[in-house]
């Protein structure tokens, strides 16, 4: 099984409606990440989480809001979604202590491919 | 403000063919310069990490070198295989929290057989 799972993978709405995006990870690590890719261009930071109490926003928070339901879990929302935020959204995590410095890497899941009529 | 750049775009290559792969950095005030690799529908694998204090690293086939002061890395492949067909990223980051990561935007590799 893998160590980061999104649901849904595809997901097809339209202007106006609420979508919830959801991560899960087995690998026990604190730190979580919600990043979106656009075609032609790099990953953008959304949202971060370094425990269930500590959220912060990314370099591009507008429109999305996020909940970390548990150190394993951690949604992202479209609360009303616009055709601009259609994108590949991947979540990632990471490890916040026992890594040696400069040697730490995030984990990525397979990502949520949004479309928003 | 970083700004991450990946030359070329797209790349084809026959093969056992060795290639070049270049990412350009603007500020060389990094902590760390990873190389993932994204296949389609799996996400993104992280391949090599170079500290800021490293001049470059190896796994395998894969060689990636670190130039801060030209604000330039490469990612060399050698022996090329049909399985290293994906999109290669480059991602600089900042500090220890991961909250400053400027992620390239990609050079699609397609080698053929």
């Known amino acids: 099984d893998a160590d980061v799972t999104q649901t849904p993978r595809n997901r097809i709405t339209k202007t106006g409606k609420r979508i919830m995006l959801e991560c899960s990870q087995t690998k026990g690590h604190d730190r979580m990440y919600w990043y979106r890719q656009d075609p032609g261009l790099g990953l953008r930071l959304i949202y971060y989480?370094?425990?269930?109490?500590?959220?912060n926003k990314g370099e591009i928070s507008d429109g999305y809001s996020v909940s970390r339901q548990a150190q394993a879990k951690f949604s992202l929302s479209l609360e009303s979604a616009i055709p601009n935020q259609t994108a590949l959204y991947f979540c990632a995590t990471m490890a916040s202590s026992g890594r040696v410095r400069g040697t730490d890497t995030q984990y990525f899941g397979p990502g949520t491919r949004l479309t928003v009529l | 403000k970083q700004e991450v750049t990946q030359i070329p775009a797209a790349l084809s290559v026959p093969e056992g063919e060795n290639l070049v792969l270049n990412c350009s950095f603007t500020?060389?005030?990094?902590?760390?310069l990873q190389w993932f690799r994204q296949d389609p529908g799996k996400g993104l694998t992280s391949l090599l990490l170079i500290q800021s204090s490293q001049r470059e690293q190896t796994s395998g086939r894969l060689n990636a070198s670190l130039d801060k002061s030209s604000g330039r890395s490469t990612l060399y492949i050698a022996a090329s295989q049909p399985g290293d067909s994906a999109t290669y990223l480059c991602?600089?980051?900042?500090?220890?929290?991961?909250?400053?990561?400027?992620f390239g935007p990609g050079t699609s590799l397609s080698v053929i057989p």
């Open positions: 989480s370094f425990d269930v109490k500590d959220i």
């Open positions: 500020d060389s005030a990094i902590y760390n």
């Open positions: 991602a600089v980051n900042r500090g220890t929290s991961y909250d400053k990561v400027i």
